[in-house]
């Protein structure tokens, strides 16, 4: 059955020119890209999209960094969607990520990543409604 996904290239990859191309890494994989847009998440709006972070050693930085410029959130849509956009995006670490996959090829630590991708049903819920209105997924 077909499930959706919810994904961004973050500030890193946009601003080295990779949107592009991580974008036709993710048709070639057979997603469907039911909606994308581009701006920059304020302080703030980081801080609620990784709040489940929140007690993290990292978060500050994290927020800081996912803020810092603009990034182009998404949902997409496939069979299995969410494990198989977990697949294509390889290891949070791009150092023990598997050759081919988008982290190995665009990511330049683990912070830097380049993509995020939601880890369950209920956080793609979550992180799909935190970005896009009803209306704008038909
Ligand atoms: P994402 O949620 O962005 O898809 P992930 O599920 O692979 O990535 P998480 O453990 O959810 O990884 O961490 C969220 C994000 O926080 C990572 O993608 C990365 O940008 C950052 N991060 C994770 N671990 C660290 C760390 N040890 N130091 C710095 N940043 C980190
Ligand atoms: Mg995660």
Not at 2 to 27: H, M, N
Not at 35 to 54: C, D, N, T, W
Not at 97 to 115: D, H, L, P, V, W
Request: proline content about 4%.
């Amino acid at each position: 059955m077909s499930q959706r996904t919810f994904s961004i290239i973050k500030p890193d990859a946009v601003r080295k020119g990779y949107t592009g191309a991580i974008l036709a890494e993710i048709e070639k994989a057979g997603f469907k890209i039911v909606s994308i847009k581009k701006f920059s998440l304020s302080k703030a709006q980081a801080e609620g999209f990784y709040h489940v972070h929140a007690a993290r050693p990292f978060f500050g930085s994290l927020t800081d960094f996912m803020s810092n410029g603009p990034i182009f959130p998404m949902v997409l849509e496939k069979e299995n969607a969410i494990a198989d956009l977990r697949k294509l995006m390889g290891a949070t670490n791009p150092a023990n990520a598997e050759e081919g996959t988008i982290r190995k090829q665009f990511a330049s630590s683990i912070e830097e990543n380049a993509i995020h991708g939601s880890d369950a049903e209920d956080t793609a819920a979550f992180e799909i409604g935190y970005f896009f209105a009803g209306v704008e997924l038909k």
